[in-house]
């Protein structure tokens, strides 16, 4: 019998995620799984259930929960042996990893996808002795990203990310920066640094066009230290996904990159903070393998 685990954020989605535990049951029962469900009470549970599905060979893992859930969910498959596919059934605010694979936002909708077949091996990033799924990013307005409050996310969705951003953006804080890739060098003051590894970001789809999830590259943007005046220009060039083509913008894509500053900067890893440069960051080409969308 093919065994399916369910890894579940009970207090995700307005904590609605039990809301859709029986469904996904009886779903994963019809295709012939053996169902383990398990609910996580504190940070790390997903990346441990996990690593135990891996360990026992369940043939499927189902991510119920928000971003935080995936993240730790995909870390716990990482170095594993035996790599079950993973299933995602969003609950988060953002859901950039779900929106990059065009699985649909509406859980009710992603659950349906449990009856399908259809998977594709994705990129994972490196970062130090982590990995991430969607972003990097180093600045004050990945910083600010933090004073975004619970009820702010419920209220405006992706869109509280985004208006701490520009409150950020608008007092201008750069901070100097090397940035060390694929043998170049680029160095200089910044606001803002992007490593992404999907085209949607914080919910913006446009953000990073070109990146796609099995290509094999970061997809990197340095914005340089610009005056308030260039503000709606850098803010209508992420809108309509012209980013890279802004002249006060340095964008190229890497597989490895070395980022350090004098400052005492924090990281943005997949929306949490993360550990403090300098930082190393890589990409392990379509490593992990993903329930999707069937091609129409």
């Known amino acids: 019998?093919?065994?399916?685990?369910?890894?579940?954020?009970?207090?995700?989605?307005?904590?609605?995620?039990?809301?859709?535990?029986?469904?996904?049951?009886?779903?994963?029962?019809?295709?012939?799984?053996?169902?383990?469900?398990?609910?996580?009470?504190?940070?790390?549970?997903?990346?441990?259930?996990?690593?135990?599905?891996?360990?026992?060979?369940?043939?499927?893992?189902?991510?119920?929960?928000?971003?935080?859930?995936?993240?730790?969910?995909?870390?716990?498959?990482?170095?594993?042996?035996?790599?079950?596919?993973?299933?995602?059934?969003?609950?988060?605010?953002?859901?950039?990893?779900?929106?990059?694979?065009?699985?649909?936002?509406?859980?009710?909708?992603a659950v349906q996808l449990l009856r399908n077949s259809q998977t594709r091996k994705v990129d994972i990033g490196t970062f130090n002795n982590d990995y991430f799924v969607n972003i990097v990013a180093v600045g004050a307005i990945a910083e600010a990203t933090y004073n975004v409050s619970p009820e702010e996310k419920t209220k405006l969705g992706p869109l509280a990310y985004g208006v701490e951003g520009m409150k950020t953006l608008a007092s201008n804080p750069s901070y100097p920066m090397t940035i060390e890739h694929d043998g170049e060098l680029w160095e200089g003051d910044s606001l803002l640094f992007l490593a992404a590894l999907t085209n949607s970001i914080g919910g913006f789809e446009n953000l990073a066009p070109d990146a796609d999830v099995d290509d094999g590259v970061l997809h990197c943007y340095v914005i340089h230290d610009i005056n308030v005046l260039k503000l709606p220009v850098i803010l209508t060039s992420i809108l309509t996904g012209k980013l890279k083509k802004n002249n006060d913008v340095t964008y190229f894509k890497a597989r490895n990159i070395r980022l350090s500053s004098p400052e005492n900067l924090v990281t943005n890893v997949d929306g949490d903070e993360g550990e403090r440069l300098p930082i190393e960051l890589g990409i392990i080409p379509s490593h992990i393998e993903v329930m999707v969308p069937e091609k129409k």
């Open 1 to 109: 019998m093919k065994k399916a685990m369910l890894i579940v954020n009970p207090s995700s989605g307005k904590e609605e995620a039990l809301d859709y535990v029986q469904e996904i049951e009886e779903i994963l029962i019809e295709q012939g799984y053996v169902v383990s469900v398990s609910q996580t009470e504190k940070e790390l549970d997903a990346t441990k259930f996990c690593q135990s599905a891996c360990k026992d060979e369940f043939e499927l893992v189902v991510s119920l929960g928000g971003d935080g859930t995936l993240h730790e969910t995909i870390n716990g498959l990482i170095d594993e042996h035996h790599r079950p596919i993973l299933a995602i059934v969003p609950m988060g605010t953002v859901n950039d990893f779900a929106r990059a694979l065009n699985i649909p936002l509406n859980p009710r909708e």
